[in-house]
């Protein structure tokens, strides 16, 4: 059979509940022609496939997964993120709901069986009580056992199922036939409350990992978030018109407002500003941008217009690849993972195997009593395995630990390196001054010979520029008043000019100064060596004979 080409796609999953059912789709999707490799992420509820576009497709993927029990999202549009985010929403919103009722019902069931059970039609009103949690807010459960069995397979649900039915059944046959037992000399039991807290307590842990898993999406739902919904397309004629990004095609020439985002990575073509691509680089100063070179998609433009050539468009942007780094490392798996795989694929079997032999034993080795002791050791064995906090907390460890990362500027490549960072005892840094607060301040400020006077005319001048270290110039003199600047001039890549009252004055870089033969005085220059030893910005003031001040 030819090749096609390979590719590599995360596809969302419905119906996962367990690490044996994350197991079960693992191994499912494996053993389809044409698919590579397959990993599913239980905390993530998705699929990271590579397969050949030859042999299979995501179509034949989802009609695989749908047989096994459990469903797949095989068609991406730009609607599916929000999609995905109602579905988990609803289903965050009704396992609340679920939970809430499941412990208010579950309360007076203990307090009954553990306090007040010889009081009249005791038994009754937990019957009563118990059987809406068990069958009806406990439902789920025994809806997916019941697909599962007809897959031949087993998961959790099959656990809490067998478990919390055999409790209540059996405790229901106890209250209606007592005589049964007791023409054989035993007192019968009844075991609602165990069946009603068993549900209330799951239910309760379930609703704790949707909301854990919620939360730890929104450091990608903010990357995502990056990406500008709209766009200004510039035709042939110059008429402009805002469409969706999904209609941008390479090629376009695209508007860029002041303050807005950049929608695609492409190059400028006319005009020039100043764009913050911190989130893309880490560095806090605002990069220029003029004619030639590249813009990136999310990052944000600041006071200037400017137009641009698409260039990458789509999933071929630099956002849209670390997104979907990040949504891949999500769901990568650390060495340690994959020990917890290999157990919960044979974790539920295993457990029902157990059960029955403790029953079975029971039966052998006590023929009286055996019955109800075999009976409460299987439900024993069965609700004690139920949680599989083994087969969850990994991937959902992994999937926090490179949610918080990323909400805190920090990409992890996959769950190795992070298993690995635990090890970590010693941290370079590349260079002084990556770490910053992203948004520039003035720290000091030297005058030469401590003389401050001209400090309205270096605000009036900074506060016509459009360089973001002005803005830091402006806020720290904010309570000084501003002068009339005549024949202002933007000097691009060095500074600005000006005069005021007669006065021509610069501000900007060393170079500027030199340029225009300006003389630095001993004292300035030696705290400016200084203060640029402390890795800070440094930006000169001077008038058309010497300088006058520098700040950092």
């Given amino acids: 059979m030819s090749k096609g080409k390979y590719v590599k796609?995360?596809?969302?999953?419905?119906?996962?509940?367990?690490?044996?059912?994350?197991?079960?789709?693992?191994?499912?999707?494996?053993?389809?022609?044409?698919?590579?490799?397959?990993?599913?992420?239980?905390?993530?509820?998705?699929?990271?496939?590579?397969?050949?576009?030859?042999?299979?497709?995501?179509?034949?993927?989802?009609?695989?997964?749908?047989?096994?029990?459990?469903?797949?999202?095989?068609?991406?549009?730009?609607?599916?993120?929000?999609?995905?985010e109602r579905m988990n929403r609803e289903r965050y919103r009704d396992l609340k709901r679920r939970a809430f009722w499941a412990v208010v019902l579950?309360?007076?069931?203990?307090?009954?069986?553990?306090?007040?059970?010889?009081?009249?039609?005791?038994?009754?009103?937990?019957?009563?009580?118990?059987?809406?949690?068990?069958?009806?807010?406990?439902?789920?459960?025994?809806?997916?056992?019941?697909?599962?069995?007809?897959?031949?397979?087993?998961?959790m649900d099959t656990l809490v199922a067998l478990s919390t039915g055999i409790a209540y059944l059996f405790s229901l046959f106890n209250l209606v036939f007592p005589e049964f037992w007791l023409s054989r000399g035993v007192e019968p039991h009844v075991y609602f409350e165990a069946a009603a807290v068993i549900i209330a307590f799951i239910l309760l842990g379930r609703t704790l990992e949707e909301k854990a898993k919620g939360d730890t999406t929104s450091?990608?739902?903010?990357?995502?978030?990056?990406?500008?919904?709209?766009?200004?397309?510039?035709?042939?004629?110059?008429?402009?018109?805002?469409?969706p990004?999904?209609?941008?095609?390479?090629?376009?020439?695209?508007?860029?407002?002041?303050?807005?985002?950049?929608?695609?990575?492409?190059?400028?073509?006319?005009?020039d500003?100043?764009?913050?691509?911190?989130?893309?680089?880490?560095?806090?100063?605002?990069?220029?941008?003029?004619?030639?070179?590249?813009?990136?998609?999310?990052?944000?433009?600041?006071?200037?217009?400017?137009?641009?050539?698409?260039?990458?468009?789509?999933?071929?942007?630099?956002l849209a690849q670390i997104i979907r780094m990040?949504?891949?490392?999500?769901?990568?798996?650390?060495?340690?993972?994959?020990?917890?795989?290999?157990?919960?694929?044979?974790?539920?079997?295993?457990?029902?195997?157990?059960?029955?032999?403790?029953?079975?034993?029971?039966?052998?080795?006590?023929?009286?009593?055996?019955?109800?002791?075999g009976i409460l050791a299987a439900v024993t064995v069965l609700v004690i395995a139920c949680p599989c906090a083994l087969g969850l907390a990994t991937p959902t460890a992994v999937m926090v630990g490179i949610g918080k990362g990323t909400e805190k500027g920090i990409l992890i490549r996959d769950a190795v390196s992070l298993e690995t960072a635990g090890k970590i005892d010693t941290v370079v840094l590349d260079k002084t001054g990556t770490l910053t607060e992203g948004k520039p301040v003035v720290t000091d400020i030297v005058w030469a010979n401590g003389d401050d006077r001209a400090e309205a005319v270096f605000l009036s001048l900074e506060k016509f520029s459009e360089h973001p270290l002005a803005d830091a110039v402006v806020h720290y003199f904010a309570d000084v008043p501003t002068l009339n600047v005549e024949r202002f001039g933007s000097l691009t890549g060095k500074g600005v000019e000006g005069t005021v009252d007669g006065v021509h004055y610069f501000a900007g870089s060393r170079r500027l100064l030199d340029e225009q033969g300006i003389v630095v005085g001993k004292e300035l220059n030696i705290e400016a060596q200084r203060l640029s030893a402390e890795a800070k910005s440094i930006v000169w003031f001077a008038d058309s004979e010497q300088a006058l001040a520098v700040a950092a």
């Fill in 273 to 318: 500003s100043y764009v913050d691509e911190s989130m893309l680089s880490g560095e806090p100063l605002p990069v220029h941008k003029e004619p030639g070179t590249k813009v990136f998609a999310g990052t944000i433009n600041q006071k200037g217009s400017f137009r641009f050539r698409a260039e990458k468009v789509g999933a071929a942007t630099m």
């Fill in 326 to 373: 990040v949504q891949e490392a999500q769901g990568s798996k650390a060495p340690v993972q994959k020990l917890a795989d290999k157990i919960a694929g044979i974790f539920v079997p295993a457990i029902i195997g157990i059960a029955l032999l403790s029953f079975v034993l029971w039966l052998v080795f006590d023929p009286s009593g055996g019955l109800t002791h």
């Fill in 106 to 155: 579950a309360i007076p069931v203990v307090v009954i069986g553990m306090f007040f059970m010889d009081m009249p039609y005791g038994g009754a009103i937990m019957a009563l009580l118990s059987a809406p949690v068990v069958f009806w807010l406990g439902r789920g459960f025994f809806v997916n056992a019941w697909q599962q069995l007809r897959h031949r397979s087993a998961t």
């Fill in 9 to 84: 796609r995360t596809f969302p999953l419905a119906g996962l509940h367990c690490a044996g059912c994350a197991a079960r789709v693992e191994k499912i999707l494996n053993a389809q022609t044409g698919v590579v490799a397959a990993s599913v992420n239980l905390a993530a509820s998705t699929a990271a496939v590579e397969y050949d576009t030859m042999q299979t497709s995501p179509e034949k993927l989802r009609q695989a997964v749908q047989e096994g029990g459990y469903d797949m999202l095989a068609d991406s549009d730009d609607d599916t993120p929000d999609e995905l």
């Fill in 245 to 271: 990004i999904s209609r941008i095609r390479v090629g376009d020439l695209l508007a860029v407002r002041p303050g807005e985002k950049i929608a695609v990575d492409g190059a400028v073509c006319e005009g």
């Fill in 219 to 243: 450091s990608l739902k903010k990357l995502i978030g990056l990406q500008p919904k709209n766009a200004i397309v510039v035709a042939a004629d110059g008429t402009q018109t805002e469409i």
